[in-house]
Nanobody, 120 residues
Framework: QVQLVESGGGSVQAGGSLRLSCAASPYIYRTYCWGWFRQAPGKEREGVAT???????TYAESVKGRFTIAADSANTTLNLQMNSLKPEDTAMYYCAASPGWCRMGDFGYWGQGTQVTVSS
């Protein structure tokens, strides 16, 4: 059973930055695909960024060039650095993990979520 705990959300003005962290237990570095998803009120959940079992990363088009995802092997932490934030980035952000490759899309483990609010 994998447990994921997110932290780092908050409120920021447009153009600002936030850093989200996801702590995983037990150790899943390079054995799981994991990533960040978000869901805004009234909208479907969408993928933001993922790190695959081989370390490769993918990003949603809407966040490319602004967000950076990185897995910390020492602490089994998945970080999402969010720069140049926009009001449309406002959402609940969730960390998720899958024992398979990311392309399988089988994210069976989810954190409780952390709120990100960007004001204009």
């Amino acid at each position: 059973q994998v447990q994921l705990v997110e932290s780092g959300g908050g409120s920021v003005q447009a153009g600002g930055s936030l850093r989200l962290s996801c702590a995983a237990s037990p150790y899943i570095y390079r054995t799981y695909c994991w990533g960040w998803f978000r869901q805004a009120p009234g909208k479907e959940r969408e993928g933001v960024a993922t790190v695959d079992r081989d370390g490769s990363t993918t990003y949603a088009e809407s966040v490319k060039g602004r967000f950076t995802i990185a897995a910390d092997s020492a602490n089994t932490t998945l970080n999402l650095q969010m720069n140049s934030l926009k009001p449309e980035d406002t959402a609940m952000y969730y960390c998720a993990a899958s024992p398979g490759w990311c392309r399988m899309g089988d994210f069976g483990y989810w954190g409780q979520g952390t709120q990100v609010t960007v004001s204009s």
